[in-house]
Structures are given as C-alpha cells and as structure tokens.
C-alpha cells in the first residue's frame, strides 16, 4: 500500500464529505477509494469513518489521523515545492571524476570560464584514469573517454570524439628509424597505456583494411600523461589521443607514424546518474562542456 497515495485520499474523502466526490476528484472509481479506505483502517486497527446511507463523521481516531496526515502531506508538499524550484537555480557544491589526462590538460583550463559564469557552484574534482564508481564516489557528473560505454542505468551525452595516433620522438627514430608498415612496429621499442580496452594490440584500419598488432611493451604506464613524457623522451613509439598529441606534434616533438592507418575512434562522454540529469548545476556543466569542446571536434 502507497502510503502517502493513501493519505491523500484519505483527506480527500474528508474534505469533500464524501467517497463518490472525492474518487470523481482523484480519477478513479468510488470502489477502489472504498477499498483503499478498509485496508487503511485494517492496517492501523481500527475505523477511521462511521458510514450510513446518508452521511458519514470521522471518529476520534479518524480525526487523530487526518490532523496527522494533513500535516505531513503539507510538509511533503511544502519539500517537493522548495526542491523543485532550488533545481532550477544553478547553484551548490558540484562533484566531477575526469581521467587525469583530460582533466589537467583540457579540464583545468576550462573550468575558470564556467566558474566565472557561475559563482554559486563550487567545484569538488576528482582526476583519476581508473574508471571509479559514481555512486561509490557522490559524484554527479562523470567524464569517461571511450570507444563505446557498457550499458548501465546512468544517462550519457556525447561531448566529442578523440582521435587516436601512434607517436614517437624524432630523436628515437633518428636512432631507429621509421616503421613504414604496421608489421615493421614490432622490430620497435613500444610503450603502452595500460588502462586501454587492449594494452598489447594496436587495431588498426587502413590501406589493406583492418590489422592487429601485437606489442611487447618496454614500458606498461597507467598514466597516459607520464606516456606522453616518455615518448618525448625518446622511450620508444606509443599511441595517444589528439587533445595530448596535437600540441607535441605542433611544436615539433612527436611525429606521427602511419599517418594512413587509424586506430579505433573514441569518444568524450559525461555520465549522470538519472535522479541527477535535469539538476541545474549538472545540466549547466554539462551544456558548458559541450559548447567548450564543440570546436574540437
């Protein structure tokens, strides 16, 4: 039994004197309010309403209950208008988790802009390439960077794809030369991101259409950042996502290898939990996101 759905028909009976108006009120048939009625009073132990043909009177337990009962559902109401309207008001302590990667080079960077448009949200962040739990960890929104999601009940929103190469120092190809085939990488020195759906293969598409490369990692990093120093460091070649490479590969640092063959496309989603997606704040962030990234893209 529904008993706040109770309760309301309950206090309807009363207020409108009778079971026939208060079902035509509420939408449904004077038996099924009849029904709910006897195993309210059942439930409790005892009655609630003296009945006769022609009228009916609360008894001193049913006045007790419906003083009780009135109260509540005014201070249920008085609750679900206070939330209702703070959830449109941008505004309250708003918990993100970002892969560390992302979040110092992309994140931090953006995060003064949606501060300075909205001063009432403050910030907990979390950066960790570990996949954490959002439940576990209170979070509201969740970054994840990946090919595709597993199927969960939280809501998702795609903010932008991330292209993936394959990179290495000019100084480590000076001294080893240039793979010009996907077969010649495994005669390298590789360096793999630990954390990726497949550490010790390469997938890639291409001229001659899908091929698996096997690696033997020199160096496995669960850290895509220290990944990065490494291949700059002349370590040996490895993959990394555009937002890392692009400004290596500018500034001369990192070369991309295989420039005709790619590797399987991810994407940048926000993650947040159901209850979560129409609060201000969240919804707020992660339109902010979208905007912000949409030109990357």
């Known amino acids: 039994m529904d008993k706040l759905s109770v309760m309301r028909a309950f206090c309807r009976i009363?207020?409108?004197?009778?079971?026939?108006?208060?079902?035509?009120?509420?939408?449904?048939?004077?038996?099924?309010?009849?029904?709910?009625?006897?195993?309210?009073e059942e439930s409790l132990g005892c009655g609630l309403i003296t009945r006769t043909t022609r009228s009916m009177s609360l008894t001193g337990h049913g006045r007790l209950y419906y003083e009780e009962a009135d109260r509540i559902l005014q201070a249920v109401g008085l609750a679900e208008e206070r939330v209702r309207s703070g959830a449109q008001v941008v505004r309250g302590l708003l918990r993100i988790n970002a892969p560390h990667s992302f979040g110092t080079t992309v994140l931090a960077g953006l995060l003064p802009r949606f501060s300075k448009q909205h001063p009432d949200?403050?910030?907990?962040?979390?950066?960790?390439?570990?996949?954490?739990?959002?439940?576990?960890?209170?979070?509201?929104?969740?970054?994840?960077?990946?090919?595709?999601?597993?199927?969960?009940?939280?809501?998702?929103?795609?903010?932008?794809?991330?292209?993936?190469?394959i990179f290495a120092s000019p100084g480590y190809l000076a001294d080893h030369g240039n793979p010009e085939t996907p077969q010649d990488l495994k005669a390298h020195t590789t360096l793999c991101y630990s954390l990726a759906e497949t550490p010790l293969s390469w997938d890639l598409t291409g001229p001659e259409g899908q091929v698996s490369v096997p690696i033997s990692p020199h160096l496995r990093l669960s850290s895509s950042l220290v990944l990065r120093d490494m291949i700059v460091a002349d370590m040996g070649i490895g993959t990394l996502?555009?937002?890392?490479?692009?400004?290596?590969?500018?500034?001369?640092?990192?070369?991309?290898?295989?420039?005709?063959?790619?590797?399987?496309?991810?994407t940048i989603y926000t993650l947040a939990a159901s209850r979560l997606s129409t609060d201000a704040k969240v919804s707020a962030f992660i339109g902010f996101l979208a905007r912000e990234l949409s030109t990357h893209s």
């Open 121 to 165: 949200v403050q910030l907990s962040l979390i950066f960790d390439d570990n996949v954490l739990d959002m439940v576990e960890g209170g979070f509201d929104v969740a970054i994840r960077i990946r090919a595709k999601l597993p199927d969960s009940g939280l809501i998702s929103n795609k903010i932008m794809p991330v292209h993936q190469g």
């Open 14 to 40: 009363v207020d409108r004197g009778s079971i026939a108006r208060a079902a035509e009120d509420l939408g449904v048939s004077p038996s099924l309010l009849s029904r709910d009625l006897k195993l309210l």
């Open 241 to 266: 996502p555009n937002f890392l490479s692009d400004p290596l590969e500018k500034r001369g640092l990192i070369k991309r290898l295989l420039p005709e063959w790619r590797l399987p496309e991810r």
